[in-house]
């Protein structure tokens, strides 16, 4: 229920840090007891702290499908999505990419979407779209370091999928597109025709005619 306090796994007391002692491994985090050692349809048996006071409880493991996941496991015969605007390289986050994030603030931030992916409540959007990496180019100088940047909005437009990315582009603010992100980042501002300037470079300096790949390019 809504407010539960959740105390007890299958005889395993969990801590504040949502923790619990196993007693060959020692401290692990109580996912382990619901995704590492059971299955869906199974039944955990559980305590809670319900208005003050402890109740046992029991429920059964429901299936988690990928497209239900905020942070979803990697196809193994697919490659990412991805866009390039203006030198911003972006991508959908997925496990594999958000295992290698680096210890920057927008990748602390990334790799704890994917750790509490399937644990936290679920937030206002499908997906986790982030810019990975700048590519140089003199028209976005000084914004090198927007990496690992999760945004939230283009001109405007809140972001749920990579697709919506592509889509915002089509309607800038006036004669710009404006980029903003969940952390403290500035916000990515470019003259819209300088934004077509760059990736005519890309494009060129990659030798490619197109610089993004969906699921429904094929």
Do not use: C
């Not at 229920?1 to 060959?24: A, C, N, P, Q, S």
């Not at 942070?71 to 697919?78: A, E, L, R």
Request: no cysteine; charged share 30%; hydrophobic share 35%.
């Amino acid at each position: 229920m809504e407010g539960d306090v959740l105390t007890k796994i299958d005889g395993y007391d969990i801590d504040d840090e949502g923790r619990f002692t196993h007693e060959i491994h020692g401290r692990l985090s109580a996912r382990y007891l619901l995704f590492g050692v059971k299955y869906a349809g199974q039944k955990p048996q559980a305590t809670v702290l319900r208005k003050g006071k402890p109740v046992d409880v029991e429920f059964t493991l429901q299936s988690i499908l990928p497209e239900s996941q905020l942070v979803p496991p990697t196809p193994v015969d697919t490659r990412p999505e991805f866009l390039i605007a203006g030198g911003l390289v972006i991508f959908e986050l997925d496990r594999n990419l958000a295992k290698s994030m680096p210890r920057s603030p927008g990748g602390v931030v990334i790799r704890r979407y994917r750790e509490h992916a399937t644990w936290d409540p679920p937030v206002d959007r499908d997906r986790i779209v982030y810019v990975d990496r700048v590519e140089r180019h003199p028209s976005n100088k000084g914004y090198e370091n927007l990496n690992h940047a999760i945004i939230r909005t283009v001109n405007g437009k809140p972001i749920s999928r990579i697709a919506d990315v592509a889509e915002a582009l089509k309607t800038p603010q006036g004669k710009y597109h404006v980029f903003k992100f969940e952390l403290d980042e500035v916000d990515f501002v470019m003259h819209a025709a300088e934004m077509e300037k760059i990736n005519t470079a890309l494009a060129e300096r990659y030798n490619t005619p197109k610089l993004s790949y969906s699921k429904s390019d094929g």
